[in-house]
């Protein structure tokens, strides 16, 4: 079965400071690969997918994320946080040709003024 | 353009009662997904229904739990004789169905059983 591995649990940063959040799966087979957003009291929102292409995802918000498949990654990053990216990040991972999503346990991102 | 709608946001429940969940999807949509969030967890697949078709049952608990999606209304994720342990976050997804479609989320229930 597929697992989600997202190893920073929570993450504290500056404002202007770079991120890089890390996901790691488990299934070594064709994937869909996703990158979800839940700002605080409002509901998850969908970042970046990666289906199939250019490794290299970019999303909203000055988001991007790259599929690295020989290492089961799709690491989230951002050159520059901002106070507004304060929220949770969910990495979640489709087998191909089946839709349901297995979801990481999340990231909490503060980022401080 | 409304989104996916749920209600109620919140819900409390006493031990032995029975919880009942509704989801809308989006306008367009006929493809709907329930996923569950324990605390401190990530969220956890539990079904996958097209209108009047469960289509993938694979994450529901065996017993008590039930959901449906009929042709006319929401669909519903019902609970029977909840446990202190149902307490959670239920959020419902929908998409139109196409392969590898983006799950659009709704902003979830929140149950608390007593």
Redesign the interface.
Known sequence: AQSVSQHNHHVILSEAASLELGCNYSYGGTVNLFWYVQYPGQHLQLLLKYFSGDPLVKGIKGFEAEFIKSKFSFNLRKPSVQWSDTAEYFCAVANFGNEKLTFGTGTRLTIIP | NA??MQNPRHLVRRRGQEARLRCSPMKGHS?V?W?RQLP??????MV?LQKENI??E??MPKERFSAEFPKEGPSILRIQQVVRGDSAAY?C?S?T?S??E???????TRLLVL
């Not at chain 2, 401190?40 to 697949?45: H, P």
């Not at chain 2, 983006?102 to 979830?108: A, K, M, R």
């Open positions: 989104g996916v493809h997904y996923y401190e967890e990530g969220l956890k697949f996958y289509i993938d694979s994450g959020f997804a998409s169905g392969k590898g983006t799950q659009y989320f709704g902003p979830g």
